[in-house]
């Protein structure tokens, strides 16, 4: 087994990565305190940007072999994760209004917390190549990253909209048949 040390330039995109996610998730930590305006209509345009993107990034590097079906089960995996991520946003609707509300619940932010660091700790597995045994080509790691993110992004924005459409025709008394 190879053993590589740490070079001190390392250590400091390390510090300086540590520091630029460090301030990032702090502004988002200090933003979810607040009440947002939930739109149903607006919830599916990320994920449709993403699949546009993710469609243009198949097309134009397409997998190939095996590397389709690593790249759906991403694409499941990445949805049940959304989906997870979905429950775990807060949605109210105005009893007078009827205008719906979201904030994230500090569960979603820790769980975003969580996904950076498996992905910080992958990348620097995945640096480590030789060392680990691990013979994987760079772009089946981001095709299976981009499936992730599609079914992530798009799992999380249904399960609102769903939880969120069946509060609101509550709230307006509205009953399922």
Same mark, same amino acid.
């Given at each position: 087994?190879?053993?590589?040390?740490?070079? =001190?330039?390392?250590?400091?995109?390390?510090?300086?990565?540590?520091?630029?996610?460090?301030?990032?998730?702090?502004?988002?930590?200090?933003?979810?305190?607040?009440?947002?305006?939930?739109?149903?209509?607006?919830?599916?345009?990320? =994920?449709?940007?993403? #699949?546009?993107?993710?469609?243009?990034?198949?097309?134009?590097?397409?997998?190939?072999?095996?590397?389709?079906?690593?790249?759906?089960?991403? #694409?499941?995996?990445?949805?049940?994760?959304?989906?997870?991520?979905?429950?775990?946003?807060?949605?109210?609707?105005? =009893?007078?209004?009827?205008?719906?509300?979201? %904030?994230?619940? =500090?569960?979603?932010? #820790?769980?975003?917390?969580?996904?950076?660091?498996?992905?910080?700790?992958?990348?620097?597995?995945?640096?480590?190549?030789?060392?680990?045994?691990?013979?994987?080509?760079?772009?089946?790691?981001?095709?299976?990253?981009?499936? #992730?993110?599609?079914?992530?992004?798009?799992?999380?924005?249904?399960?609102?909209?769903?939880?969120?459409?069946?509060?609101?025709?509550?709230? %307006?008394?509205?009953?399922?048949?």
């Amino acid at each position: 087994m190879q053993v590589h040390a740490v070079q =001190p330039n390392q250590w400091i995109q390390y510090a300086i990565t540590a520091v630029i996610v460090t301030i990032v998730l702090a502004l988002r930590l200090r933003g979810m305190r607040k009440m947002r305006r939930l739109r149903l209509e607006t919830l599916w345009i990320v =994920p449709a940007i993403y #699949l546009l993107f993710a469609g243009i990034m198949f097309y134009e590097f397409p997998p190939t072999g095996i590397a389709w079906a690593v790249c759906a089960a991403a #694409l499941l995996v990445g949805a049940g994760i959304g989906w997870q991520r979905g429950k775990l946003m807060e949605i109210h609707v105005d =009893p007078q209004t009827h205008m719906l509300n979201q %904030k994230a619940s =500090p569960a979603a932010f #820790l769980f975003i917390v969580v996904l950076i660091v498996v992905r910080m700790a992958a990348r620097g597995v995945l640096a480590e190549g030789g060392g680990y045994g691990f013979h994987l080509n760079a772009m089946v790691v981001t095709d299976v990253l981009i499936a #992730l993110a599609l079914g992530l992004f798009s799992a999380t924005r249904l399960e609102m909209y769903l939880r969120a459409k069946r509060l609101l025709d509550e709230a %307006k008394g509205v009953r399922a048949a």
